[in-house]
Nanobody, 122 residues
Framework: QVQLVESGGGLVQVGGSLRLSCRASGQILNVGAMGWYRQAPGDQRALVAKISNTGTTEYTYSVKGRFTVSHDNTKNMVFLQMNSLKAEDTAVYYC????????????????WGQGTQVTVSS
């Protein structure tokens, strides 16, 4: 059984910072990439940033220069350092593990966390 658990969300003022963490647990053999998506009310879930197991990163344009994604492959963890937060960053942030191979399942699958709320107040 694979489980993704996020932490680090909360309420912060405009211009502030937050650091999100996510850990994938279970008998995991390999993960292709881990990343963060967000969904604001009325919007679709969309990519924020992700990092491959080789360290290649991808960011949505609106967070470039403000957010940094990193990982610890040995612990199947991904982090999102969010600086200079704006009101429009307010959303539920979801962790995603892509192309994860589990010891009891030979096929790579994607898994999602439950989400953590980030609220940026002006």
């Amino acid at each position: 059984q694979v489980q993704l658990v996020e932490s680090g969300g909360g309420l912060v003022q405009v211009g502030g910072s937050l650091r999100l963490s996510c850990r994938a647990s279970g008998q995991i053999l390999n993960v292709g990439a881990m990343g963060w998506y967000r969904q604001a009310p009325g919007d679709q879930r969309a990519l924020v940033a992700k990092i491959s197991n080789t360290g290649t990163t991808e960011y949505t344009y609106s967070v470039k220069g403000r957010f940094t994604v990193s990982h610890d492959n040995t612990k199947n963890m991904v982090f999102l350092q969010m600086n200079s937060l704006k009101a429009e960053d307010t959303a539920v942030y979801y962790c995603k593990a892509e192309r994860l191979i589990h010891s009891t399942d030979p096929f790579p699958r994607d898994y999602w966390g439950q989400g953590t709320q980030v609220t940026v107040s002006s």
